[in-house]
């Protein structure tokens, strides 16, 4: 079943050698997992020489003398001292921690496997660990970026979207990962900059032009995870009880919307994500099966388990035939570009849709951004709040 996420304080760890060579100017940003990954990366090139031409000499071998090289390559990293000292210290830092899909043991051989990978390793993150890898001597410019980042500037858009009150800023971890967005927990914001910065440049000379990324896009998510920090108690009481499974599902999903379509309006979509999640037919169709699925549970009609199934694929596979469809009807010619472009943008999934949709309605009415304050404490006015900003019956939501 799906639990909320408990709010607790962790103590910073703040990497203070990282700061003084770095020069960040903030220390609410937390880059110990960046400067440790580097030096891992550095640590792991010094310790293995020549690692091009080995590459080279593997290439032209069968692919079992292959395997046996790649491995016995492998495993020297895993039995260097300072390696794995190293690749130990990295997955104890804090952020490293935050984000659940890691697993450490999978991440541990994937690291230790560079500077050549593993023959049949195809995991996105030995890829992109390779990537990064070979992209080292560059990545050095994203501590400039980070450090032109005005965290204010984020913390005031996010006061604007939360009850009045005074905050902490959270505190920032940055990682280089690659299968992580931003993510606001205990109080603090794990920032994924290979996912959530890296990956929305198609340039293929984009890793030379790393400390040309506009700080205003960070502040912009930064935003979205401080709104999400800032309206946690106010969201999601500890005193919330049910005494049904049914009743808690709805609860949630209702309470998520509101979430995270108030902690989008801190971030609106733009470009192609803004043409997607305004579209109305993808509106209509999470509204019909919000609909739908919440009908099942109130009569008891579904398990618990499948409802939960349904809201993980309305998370990303159930938003592919929808990416397909909205391709097909704006661009029946097709648009190779549009298409590179679908690989890297959000997902319109049934949360995010629905929750932007809401409250950007309810917000656009007379008085609406009090109502949408208000909505953080008062969940439950959602859909009648909603359903009085529409005329078409369409885009009601019977529920
Ligand atoms: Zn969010």
Redesign the pocket.
């Known amino acids: 079943m799906i639990r909320k996420t408990v709010i607790c304080c962790l103590t910073i760890v703040f990497f203070a050698a990282a700061a003084a060579t770095q020069n960040l100017p903030d220390q609410r940003s937390d880059v110990t997992a960046l400067t440790l990954l580097l030096r891992l990366y550095d640590t792991i090139a010094a310790k293995n020489p020549g690692y091009d031409d080995t590459l080279k000499e593997i290439a032209a071998l069968d692919s079992q003398k292959q395997e046996a090289r790649l491995t016995v390559l492998a495993g020297r990293n895993s039995h260097d001292v300072q390696i794995t000292a190293l690749i130990d210290t990295l997955m104890a830092s804090p952020v490293y921690k935050m984000f659940r899909r890691i697993d450490p043991e999978v991440h541990r051989r994937l690291l230790a496997a560079l500077p050549y990978g593993t023959i049949g390793d195809t995991s996105e993150i030995g890829q992109i660990q390779l990537e990064l890898f070979r992209h080292r001597k560059s990545l050095a410019a994203l501590f400039k970026t980070v450090s032109a980042v005005n965290i204010d500037q984020a913390v005031s858009v996010a006061k604007r979207w939360a009850p009045p009150g005074d905050y902490r800023t959270p505190s920032i971890r940055y990682i280089l990962y690659g299968s992580n967005d931003?993510y606001?927990r205990d109080s603090a914001v794990g920032f994924d900059l290979y996912r959530v910065i890296m990956t929305k440049r198609l340039a293929p000379d984009w890793y030379n032009k790393l400390d040309s990324i506009p700080p205003a896009e960070i502040e912009a998510v930064l935003a979205?995870?401080f709104q999400?920090v800032f309206a946690h108690s106010f969201l999601w009481p500890m005193t919330n009880y049910f005494d049904t499974w049914q009743k808690q599902w709805e609860d949630f999903i209702l309470r998520q919307t509101v979430?995270?379509g108030v902690?989008?309006a801190c971030d609106p979509p733009s470009g192609l994500k803004k043409a997607l999640f305004e579209d109305t037919v993808i509106v209509e169709f999470w509204l019909r099966e919000f609909e739908r699925v919440v009908g099942l549970v109130r009569r008891d009609q579904i398990t618990g388990d499948s409802a939960d199934a349904w809201l993980a694929r309305s998370a990303f596979y159930a938003t592919l035939p929808l990416l397909d469809d909205y391709m097909k009807r704006t661009y029946p010619a097709g648009n190779p570009r549009v298409a590179a472009e679908m690989q890297i943008t959000d997902h319109p999934s049934s949360i995010?849709v629905l929750g932007w949709w809401m409250i950007s309605h309810i917000d656009a009415t007379p008085g609406g951004h009090d109502l949408v304050i208000e909505l953080l404490t008062e969940p439950h006015k959602l859909f009648d709040l909603y359903n009085a900003t529409v005329t078409d019956p369409k885009l009601k939501i019977a529920l």
């Open positions: 931003a606001a979205h995870e999400h979430s995270e902690a989008t995010y």
